[in-house]
Structures are given as C-alpha cells and as structure tokens.
C-alpha cells in the first residue's frame, strides 16, 4: 500500500471543504480535495438559500459564473395552524439587482461548480472515497488521513475536516462533543417539478425572481419548522423536526410532510407538482452550545463538523457559514504552515482570529439561546394558535356589532389559550434580547 503526501488534505467537498481548499491552494498549498460521493454534492441536502455576501470575498465576480436557480426578492414568514396562515410579506425589488441578498441553488450543482473553482486554483479533487480514519505521528499529531482507496494513505501537514454534521473525523481527534439529541433536527424535503410560468404565477414573481417562505406551525405538533423555496423549474418544500419530539411522537417524518403539504396555508404553492427528489438530512441545530474542539495539532474542524449553521427562526443559514469556515480553515493552515507551526495552538490561534473577525462567531454568540426559544413548548404550540386568533378576530368584520379594540381581543385570546401573562411576557423579554 503507497501513501501519497500533500500540504494539506480537505475531507469533504461541499461549500466548507472547497473553500478551504480554494484558500489553500491559492495560497501556493498543494491539497487534496475528499469527496465519498461520486462528485461533489451528490450526498448534500439542502432547503435552500445561499446568501451570497461571503462568496464575493472568496470568489468575487461570481454572478456571472455560478448555477443560481432564482434571486429571492420575496421573503415570507408564515404562522400556521390547521385552519389559518398569518404572513408578514416582505419584498424589495433592490433584491433582484447584482447585490443579491439571497439566491436558490441546487446543491449538486452548486457544490460541483465551487469545487471545480477549487481545482482551477490547483487542487486535486478524489471522489468516491471516504477517509476512515486520521494518521498520526508517535507524539499524537495528526499527519493525515486512511482512505478506503486500494492505493493507500494520504498524507498531510494538515488535515481540515468539513465531513459534515456526522464527523467521525471530529470524534476520532477527540474534538467533537457526544452527540445529544436536542442538538440536532432533521430536516426533511421533497422537491416538486414545475414550469417556470407556473412557479412565478403561483408565487407573483417576475422571471428570474424567486421566494423563500419560513414556517412556524404546521408540523403535527412536533417541535420544528418548515420552509418554501423556489428554484427554476423546482419547488423545494420541507419541514425542520426535532429529532427528540420526533422520536417520542412516533410519526413518520414523510407522513408529517404530506400534512404541511396539504395545509390550506401551503397547498396553493404546492399542489400538483411531480415529486422528482425525497430525501432527510440532520442539521445541527445548537451552535455554540454543541462546539467542538476547532483545532489540534495538525487538525482544524469548519462548517457542519463543527456546528457552524445558524437555526435562528428568522435566519436559517448554513451555506454562509460553512463557506466563511471553510475559508477561514484554509487560511490559517496556510498561514501555520508557512510560520511553521502547524501546532495545535499555532492553527487555533489563527483560525480563531479569522472567525472572531468575521460574522460566524460573532453571530452564533448573540443569538445562542434562539434555537432553545424557537423550539420551545409555548412557540411551537401556544403562539401560533395565539397569533392567528387575534388577527382572524380584528379582521373579522362584526356589524351591526361596535368593533372591539385590540388589546380587548388580545386579553381574551390569552385568557382562552390558557397562556399565563407572566410566561407571555417573559418570553416577549427574551425575543427582544435575543434578537434585538
């Protein structure tokens, strides 16, 4: 068995890995690219939406060159129950010019591209193979990575692990924390074929234009969310679930879809599309909370490895912030490796400088607590139900009856809930610390 060596090897070929690997080898760094699946984004799931403020650092002029499938110039929050959908509509026609404030993309096609820019900078792309396992010197330091490639071991002064939510990578260097299941979602999605006529009639776009809907409610009263999301010819539609509720409801994730699917809030956006792509996908869900270890000697984690992707309710962003890991990874390895540290506090000291300066760490710190307020008993069951009762109540016309103010209607909807006032202002004091 040979061993192949390299400066640095990326396990993993989606936005993290290729960033890094596109810093690294801009920077002069010889590196290999890992990939398990048969090309990059072939074992991705993804809503999605890519907000595209960090690729014009990494790759600036990219507008021109990357697969986007739509510009999202419609932003909308949806609250549902079983009989009623409260929506705040935003649209900005600034969205549609060259500063996109988010695109839709495909996540094979997308991945594919970014990879193949990481090439075109010089690195050496291996798919189809998956690392086993991490190489190490006799004093510990990692040197590379065991692959299932019946030529042999790849090593490297560093290796950069950007394996996924599931890095085994991340545990074997003892980086990662034991999984727990409150940390994590799963994310299920169905995407559905239509023509683009039809797409932009259903959602008022112009062509070109697309959307991007985020739910609260309608998933069967297990703790999560879901999404919309247009594509060029393709409606991405799905829900976020709480692995725990999930386990404990024992409802099948595909049969929770086919309820959201059918609400009257979301059947109208959704209805008739041929089914073209099923699939499930953990996500993690509780950012600084579930952390590891970002580096060790001769090691760096970035992107879903490590925890990296933003479930804020408002904000549900992982491209970004595995793209402004990735890109940080690479960069601090190719800064150690040059200085000659490529020690455990040598990479850490530099990766962390990078993050701190950048939006990841800074983002994930302040709304730390979201995730847990987001998938709380009182969000996910009591407020929907509280919201839409007291807009279905002021919208409701009672002549020849005199109309009642809205703070009347809003006591009598809590009263009816069965809501506390104190839990009710308790958590209107952490929503606006939180996200305030």
Not at 75 to 100: H, K, N, P
């Amino acid at each position: 068995m040979s061993s192949e060596s390299f400066d640095a090897v990326v396990v993993g070929a989606g936005p993290a890995g290729s960033a890094a690997a596109l810093r690294l080898a801009r920077a002069g760094r010889s590196v290999c690219l890992l990939e398990r699946g048969p090309f990059p984004g072939a074992k991705n799931l993804f809503g999605g939406v890519i907000y595209p403020r960090i690729l014009d650092t990494i790759l600036p002029g990219w507008t021109g060159e990357a697969p986007i499938e739509r510009r999202v110039t419609r932003r909308a929050t949806m609250i549902l129950t079983d009989t009623q959908c409260l929506s705040v509509d935003f649209r900005s026609s600034s969205w549609g010019g060259e500063a996109y404030n988010g695109v839709t993309a495909l996540r094979p096609r997308f991945d594919s591209w970014l990879a193949g820019r990481a090439v075109a900078e010089g690195a050496v792309l291996l798919t189809s193979t998956t690392a086993t396992g991490l190489i190490r010197t006799a004093d510990g330091a990692v040197s590379g990575v065991r692959t299932d490639r019946p030529d042999g071991d790849l090593l490297a002064r560093v290796v950069v692990a950007c394996d996924g939510v599931n890095s085994f990578l991340a545990r074997e260097a003892n980086s990662a924390k034991p999984p727990s299941p409150e940390h994590y979602t799963l994310g299920v999605k169905e995407v559905l074929a239509f023509a683009p006529e039809e797409i932009e009639r259903r959602f008022a776009l112009a062509p070109g234009e697309g959307a991007d809907f985020e739910v609260l409610g309608g998933t069967g009263g297990v703790a999560g969310g879901g999404f919309v999301y247009t594509n060029s010819e393709t409606i991405s539609v799905g829900l976020v679930l709480s692995v725990r509720d999930l386990e404990s409801s024992s409802r099948r994730p595909e049969d929770l879809l086919a309820c959201f699917k059918a609400n009257p809030g979301i059947a109208p956006y959704v209805s008739g599309g041929e089914l073209v792509e099923y699939g499930a996908h953990l996500i993690p869900e509780a950012g600084i909370a579930m952390m590891p270890e970002l580096a060790g000697d001769g090691f760096l984690v970035a992107g879903d490895a490590a925890g990296m992707c933003l479930a804020a309710g408002i904000w549900l962003e992982g491209v970004n912030f595995a793209l402004s890991s990735g890109a940080a990874a690479g960069e601090a390895a190719a800064a150690a490796m040059a200085a000659g540290d490529v020690t455990k506090a040598g990479l850490k000291r530099r990766y962390t400088a990078l993050l701190e300066a950048g939006f990841v760490l800074a983002d994930l710190r302040r709304l730390r607590r979201a995730p847990e307020l987001v998938l709380g008993a009182r969000m996910q069951g009591a407020y929907p139900a509280l919201a839409c009762n007291i807009a279905e109540r002021m919208l409701t016309v009672t002549n020849p009856e005199p109309k009642a103010g809205l703070r009347s209607i809003a006591r009598a909807e809590l009263k009816r809930s069965g809501l506390r006032l104190r839990d009710a202002v308790r958590d209107a004091v952490s929503l606006v610390r939180t996200f305030g």
